[in-house]
């Protein structure tokens, strides 16, 4: 039995199709999310990558921001509850998720049977989540993806000391203008991120092992800059992105 | 006898019409007065022949008060100036503040230069308010408030109209503490309409308000309840939104009862009857507990929220933050400390007057849901 779980983020749309509730048979990641025709191209790239038509999905679930407007899902479900099953499928050590995605960022707490007990998220700020590092990226005229690259090559730290993404902005010119080495700004910006993230995880409450999901966790420079935040490893999965649709196809199997 | 539909109607045309409330006793002769958050001494204001008002702003656009405050500085707060300036209290001789946290005192100063026409009455309460001489300094201000009063409206105070004034607000009291058990009883009662019945007691007389909550009370006592819903307590200053309350009616949330300062937590204490009336007012106060407002060193609301979940057999707490009020976030470590050790599932939302999105609080209640 194939079900299919849709996690329509806020930049992204992602789906994963499971096999029996085991098996990751197919996944899809488009960059378009919530209010665009990305959900539909991610289940169109998910099928095709499975080699399979919709009507041999037995089950639907949707998760995201945009969960409520997938038509045809077979139930939603939110993302908080989907990444911690998706976290707990594929690293049942688990206890604490740490998510950053487009627009926001999650902490969850796990308990040993993979049920959150406790999460907190922040909202109504930019500062933290993936939205920080697009505005950042955009000014230093960088890819998103070449920030870790950058991280890396950093000499010297330059920190980032505003925490709205706005005057962050301001600060970062003003470094340009300064003459400082690009590498240390963007090493600067991903340690602002996860100093922010950091905060909000020990306020759960911080438990090992710790992973990070969510888009943001890709960058291999807040995932280093977390470490440091937190004094302790990040577990990481290629599939960190994907966390919330397999979620979604988990509990799509235990409906169907 | 008005159906129990009609009840319900009636409760939320008068929630949600406050200006409509104001110039109806306004058109009758009365005079108003507005009581700010979170406790005025209204039985003074209603011994008058006053009408007190409740003023606990409105979800709206700040405009005109950010010239008056910080950014961030609570919004209920910012939202009474907001009204004041634009002209929404027009008609009301006067509006008393107390001073029961530093915004509050900000608003009073502020208040007087914002909104010139309507006179300022500080309603200043001691920290420690249980000793005697605590009782004293409550007593000395009421007696400021009443030479205010007295002034702004050309009315006079006696002791035995309080007196009266303060037997309806018991009487009242106790309807609402019957109300809220009976609405626990009542899970087809939506948490929307269950804010729409608290909320009308703002607006009204409480001698009206408690005739029409025993119609509601009687009206219930008729339904065969059938629905079940998940049971859970809110916590908070406010719990108005109704894009915040519907997220609970649409995930089978069941306010079972309320420790929200706009709500029950305004009919916990009565005055003894007993004492003068106005040395029992100042009694009342002073054993007036279970609230961020109210210094309380040994901070016993966080176990009176877990005997409430225990009592009405709660799922979960529901904590209503309002957006940078301190009082209710020094609290919160303290409620939810003790939650955690009574394995109650608690949650944190939080809310203000400008919020007009309510996906992420969606989001959340669903997840804390499936964590129930």
């Not at chain 1, 203008?177 to 240390?184: K, L, T």
């Not at chain 2, 609970?248 to 305004?266: K, N, P, T």
Request: proline letters at 3%; a negative charge.
């Amino acid at each position: 039995m194939f079900t299919l779980g849709v996690d329509i983020g806020s930049t992204t749309s992602k789906a994963v199709i499971l096999k029996d509730g085991q098996e990751i048979l197919a996944t899809s990641l488009i960059k378009a999310g919530t209010g665009t025709d990305g959900p539909g191209r991610a289940i169109e790239a998910v099928l095709a990558e499975g080699n399979l038509r919709p009507e041999e999905i037995a089950s639907v679930y949707a998760t995201g921001y945009g969960r409520k407007l997938l038509k045809n899902a077979d139930g939603e479900m939110s993302e908080l509850s989907c990444h911690a099953r998706g976290v707990h499928h594929l690293l049942p050590e688990v206890r604490t998720i740490i998510d950053i995605g487009g627009q926001d960022a999650k902490v969850l707490s796990l308990g040993t049977d993979g049920r959150m007990t406790e999460f907190l998220m922040n909202d109504k700020c930019a500062a933290g989540t993936g939205r920080f590092l697009d505005v950042m990226a955009g000014i230093l005229q960088l890819r998103i993806e070449d920030l870790e690259k950058q991280a890396a090559l950093s000499k010297q730290i330059v920190k980032i000391s505003s925490t709205c993404t706005v005057f962050a902005e301001s600060e970062v010119i003003s470094q340009l203008a300064n003459g400082v080495e690009i590498p240390d700004l963007v090493a600067g910006i991903c340690q602002s991120v996860a100093s922010r993230v950091a905060a909000l995880a020990k306020r759960v409450g911080v438990k090992e092992t710790v992973c990070m999901s969510g888009g943001v966790a890709k960058n291999g420079g807040v995932r280093k800059a977390m470490e440091q935040e937190l004094g302790l490893n990040i577990t990481y999965s290629p599939m960190a992105q994907l966390m919330g649709a397999l979620g979604a196809a988990l509990y799509a199997y235990d409906k169907s | 006898m008005a159906t129990l539909n009609e009840l319900l109607e009636n409760f939320h045309d008068i929630a949600c019409s406050p200006k409509k409330q104001l110039n109806a006793y306004l058109e009758q002769g009365k005079k108003v007065v507005a009581c700010v958050p979170v406790y005025t001494p209204e039985e003074l204001i209603h011994s008058m022949g006053l009408v007190p008002m409740g003023a606990w702003g409105a979800d709206i656009e700040l405009k005109e008060s950010k010239r008056y405050f910080p950014a961030f500085i609570c919004s209920i707060m910012q939202s009474i100036l907001e009204l004041g300036i634009r002209g929404e209290y027009k008609g009301i001789s006067a509006i008393v503040i107390p001073s029961l946290c530093d915004s509050l005192k900000c608003l009073g100063q502020n208040w007087k230069y914002a909104v010139k026409d309507i006179p300022f009455i500080p309603m200043t309460y001691p920290q420690n308010r249980k000793p005697e001489s605590g009782k004293e300094f409550t007593k000395a201000s009421y007696e400021r408030v009443i030479r205010d009063l007295e002034a702004a409206t050309g009315e006079k105070f006696s002791e035995a109209s309080l007196a009266k004034s303060n037997e309806i607000y018991n009487e009242h009291n106790a309807a609402m503490r019957k109300l809220a058990e009976v609405l626990e009883q009542h899970p087809s009662i939506t948490a929307v309409q269950r804010r729409d019945i608290f909320k009308s007691a703002h607006f009204m007389r409480k001698e009206e308000h408690t005739a029409l909550v025993s119609q509601l009370i009687e009206a219930l006592s008729q339904v065969e309840e059938k629905e079940s819903k998940i049971k859970v307590i809110t916590t908070g200053i406010l719990a108005d939104s109704d894009g915040l309350l519907k997220i609970f009616d649409e995930h089978g949330l069941q306010i079972a009862a309320d420790d929200v300062a706009h709500e029950s937590r305004q009919y916990r204490t009565d005055v003894n009857l007993e004492l003068e009336s106005l040395e029992g007012l100042a009694d009342k106060f002073s054993r007036m507990d279970h609230c961020s407002v109210l210094y309380d060193p040994e901070k016993k609301r966080a176990g009176y929220i877990v005997d409430l979940a225990k009592k009405y057999k709660a799922k979960g707490v529901v904590v209503l933050l309002t957006k940078f009020c301190d009082p209710e976030e020094f609290d919160y470590v303290m409620v939810k400390k003790a939650c955690a050790e009574a394995g109650i599932p608690i949650i944190q939302i939080e809310v203000d007057r400008q919020m007009v999105n309510y996906e992420q609080a969606g989001t959340m209640m669903e997840a804390f849901i499936d964590m129930l």
